[in-house]
């Protein structure tokens, strides 16, 4: 049974920091590309980065701005997203994913597998 689970979220004041997890199971994890996304209320789910098998990292222009940093452990079978510099725009669920192809797209349909997320909370 393929499993996403995400924790790590939590409620945070502005310029703090979070690390969430995401670890895999039922699937062969280091072959995958692994994205993050979030979703904030009413608004559509958007990229925030992406790592592929290779361990290549890409992320966002819109709003990374370097205080992001994913990374992952095969060993563990675990990807992890590093936020710096939190601001309360950056309130939302955020969702780690799998695509298949090894290498992550900024595209959530290139993505079979989702976990069910996780909510942080940035206040001001």
């Known amino acids: 049974q393929v499993q996403l689970v995400e924790s790590g979220g939590g409620l945070v004041q502005a310029g703090g920091s979070l690390r969430l997890s995401c670890v895999a199971s039922?699937?062969?994890?280091?072959?995958?590309?692994m994205g993050w996304f979030r979703q904030a209320p009413g608004k559509e789910r958007e990229f925030v980065g992406r790592?592929?098998?290779?361990?290549?990292?890409?992320y966002s222009t819109a709003f990374v701005k370097g205080r992001f940093t994913i990374s992952r452990d095969n060993a563990k079978n675990t990807a992890y997203l590093q936020m710096n510099r939190l601001e309360p725009e950056d309130t939302a669920v955020y969702y780690c994913?799998?695509?298949?192809?090894?290498?992550?797209?900024?595209?959530?349909?290139?993505?079979?597998?989702w976990g069910q997320g996780t909510q942080v909370t940035v206040s001001s």
């Open positions: 994913a799998a695509d298949s192809s090894g290498l992550g797209s900024s595209q959530p349909g290139s993505y079979g597998y």
């Open positions: 039922g699937f062969a994890f280091r072959n995958y590309g």
């Open positions: 790592i592929s098998r290779f361990n290549t990292p890409a």
